[in-house]
T-cell receptor, first 113, second 111 residues
Framework: KQEVTQIPAALSVPEGENLVLNCSFT??????LQWFRQDPGKGLTSLLL?????REQTSGRLNASLDKSSGRSTLYIAASQPGDSATYLC????????????FGAGTRLAVHP | AAGVIQSPRHLIKEKRETATLKCYPI?????VYWYQQGPGQDPQFLIS???????DKGSIPDRFSAQQFSDYHSELNMSSLELGDSALYFC??????????FGNGTRLTVT
C-alpha cells in the first residue's frame, strides 16, 4: 500500500530564506508526483507536476525534484516571501490504470517578515 | 479554460440530515474523484468513477453513496450526517492519465 510522508510537518522561517520541503513515498511504481499549495480553508492549487520519467520541474521560484528509485521528492522554494505562507501537499499517482492521487499530510509553512 | 465546478460552496446541515454535493467535471474528462478533507488533515480518497462506472473505492462510509450521470456530472449523497462529517469535500476530474484537476470544494458543516 502506497504511503506518502512529508517532513517537516511545520516550518517557520524569516522572509528571504531558501527552503526545502521533503516528500517520501513507499512504492516507486508511480505515474507522476504533484505538489499542491493550500491556503487555510481553501482549495488545492497545483504547483508542479513531475512525470515518473522526469527528474525535475521548475516554475518561477519553485523547483521540484523526483528520485523515483529512492522514493523521494523535494520542493525547493527560493527567496521565500510572506505570501508563500500556506500548506504544501505532495501527492503521488500510482501507475497502472486511472488511479487516484495519494496525499501526504502536508508541510505547514509560515514565512514572517 | 473551464474548471471543475462544485456546488454548493458551503452547506450547513444538522445531525441525521441528508446532504447532496454536486460536481461538474471539465468537459470531455472521463474520470471523477471525490475526496474528503477534515480539519488539519490531508485529503482522503472516497470514491471515483470512470465512464459512469465506479472505478475505485476508498474510505467512504456506508452512509455515503455517489454516482456519475450520463452528462458526466457526479453527486455525492450523504445520509444520517454526523458531526465528524464536517469537512471540505473536493471533486477532481481527469481524462485518462492526464493530471487531476480539482474543484474549489464544498465546505460541509454539521451542527
Amino acid at each position: 500500500k502506497q504511503e506518502v510522508t512529508q517532513i517537516p510537518a511545520a516550518l517557520s522561517v524569516p522572509e528571504g530564506e531558501n527552503l526545502v520541503l521533503n516528500c517520501s513515498f513507499t512504492d516507486s511504481a508511480i505515474y507522476n508526483l504533484q505538489w499542491f499549495r493550500q491556503d487555510p480553508g481553501k482549495g488545492l492549487t497545483s504547483l508542479l507536476l513531475i512525470q515518473s520519467s522526469q527528474r525535475e520541474q521548475t516554475s518561477g521560484r519553485l523547483n521540484a525534484s523526483l528520485d523515483k528509485s529512492s522514493g523521494r521528492s523535494t520542493l525547493y522554494i527560493a527567496a521565500s516571501q510572506p505570501g508563500d505562507s500556506a500548506t504544501y501537499l505532495c501527492a503521488v499517482r500510482p501507475s497502472g490504470g486511472y488511479n487516484k492521487l495519494i496525499f501526504g499530510a502536508g508541510t505547514r509553512l509560515a514565512v514572517h517578515p | 479554460a473551464a474548471g471543475v465546478i462544485q456546488s454548493p460552496r458551503h452547506l450547513i446541515k444538522e445531525k441525521r440530515e441528508t446532504a447532496t454535493l454536486k460536481c461538474y467535471p471539465i468537459p470531455r474528462h472521463d474520470t471523477v474523484y471525490w475526496y474528503q478533507q477534515g480539519p488539519g488533515q490531508d485529503p482522503q480518497f472516497l470514491i471515483s468513477f470512470y465512464e459512469k462506472m465506479q472505478s475505485d473505492k476508498g474510505s467512504i462510509p456506508d452512509r455515503f453513496s455517489a454516482q456519475q450521470f450520463s452528462d458526466y456530472h457526479s453527486e455525492l449523497n450523504m445520509s444520517s450526517l454526523e458531526l465528524g462529517d464536517s469537512a471540505l469535500y473536493f471533486c477532481a476530474s481527469s481524462l485518462a492519465e492526464t493530471p487531476l484537476h480539482f474543484g474549489n470544494g464544498t465546505r460541509l458543516t454539521v451542527t
